[in-house]
């Protein structure tokens, strides 16, 4: 047990001794509810942050510990090269295990036609009628689509228009919009108060 701690405790092992002792720490204040789980996505993977960056220090941990068993190093040189050796190995296994945790964590569901019904929508086209006409209209990420729609009734929806999509028909490929102008104000001139 005394040659454990001496390579746990010795370099290059004791560098990531101390990151290990930390990652344990925090995923006990996790455990106990007194620190939240950070859900950033890492690169290798994408899953939470936290979960990759202690996997890649734990398994860099174990392979600097196997190196420095099996290859003794007889100096600071070779040290750091194990050193390095291990935050390699740590990573491609840290890659490896990381691709199918991937799947435990959900990700942001696809966009979908349907996220564009109850928004508005500016015609683009002269007219809108039962068969023919085209909009605009903003996703909730900023981003703007130019879409197929329709009206069911005779409302005067032409370019520059602002609509309201109401449904997607799903067979016809298409927007169901309806006039925004509820009622009809009467514009005041000079001499009206």
Known sequence: MGEFFAA????PVAVL????????????LVAFGAADADWVELDVGGVPATLGISLLIAFSWFASLAGVVVFDPPSVLAGTGVLGGALVVGLVLTRVVMTPLKRLFPTDPPASRLDFVGRTCVIRTGRVTRTFGQAEVTAGDGSSAVVQVRQPGDDPLTAGTTALIFD????????WV????????PTLTRGDH
Not at 8 to 11: I, N
Not at 21 to 26: G, L, S
């Open 168 to 175: 997607y028909d799903v067979d016809g490929e298409f927007f």
């Open 178 to 185: 309806a006039s925004l102008d509820i009622g009809h104000s």
């Open 8 to 11: 746990a405790l010795g370099f």
């Open 17 to 28: 001794s101390v990151l290990l002792v930390i990652v344990v720490a925090y995923w006990l």
